[in-house]
Nanobody, 126 residues
Framework: QVQLEESGGGLVQAGASLRLSCAASGRTFVGYVMGWFRQAPGKEREGVSCISVSDGTTYYADSVKGRFTISRDNAENTVYLQMNSLKPEDTAVYYC???????????????????WGQGTQVTVSS
């Protein structure tokens, strides 16, 4: 069983920065990909970014390229999402997930709810 715990959300003004953290604990398989998703009110959940914990390969949604940076600390089993130049449209609940895939130009999350974190709110005021 894997547990994911996010932290780092909050309320900021447009243009500010936040860093989200996702700590994974429990049993994980080698070579997995972790990612961040977000869901704004009334919208579907969308993949934001993901990273391979084995080789550090990253992927970003077009909406965050150049502003967000994903990284990992394998010793701490933690993945980070550095969010700069935040915009009001970045406002959402951000979720961490494990066993993420990328296909057809999209980031796909796991079907199993056990592989998702509980979410952390990010609110960007204009």
């Amino acid at each position: 069983q894997v547990q994911l715990e996010e932290s780092g959300g909050g309320l900021v003004q447009a243009g500010a920065s936040l860093r989200l953290s996702c700590a994974a604990s429990g049993r994980t398989f080698v070579g997995y990909v972790m990612g961040w998703f977000r869901q704004a009110p009334g919208k579907e959940r969308e993949g934001v970014s993901c990273i391979s914990v084995s080789d550090g390969t990253t992927y970003y949604a077009d909406s965050v390229k150049g502003r967000f940076t994903i990284s990992r600390d394998n010793a701490e089993n933690t993945v980070y999402l550095q969010m700069n130049s935040l915009k009001p449209e970045d406002t959402a609940v951000y979720y961490c997930a494990i066993y993420v895939t990328v296909a057809a130009g999209r980031i796909w999350g796991p079907r199993d709810d056990n592989y998702w974190g509980q979410g952390t709110q990010v609110t960007v005021s204009s």
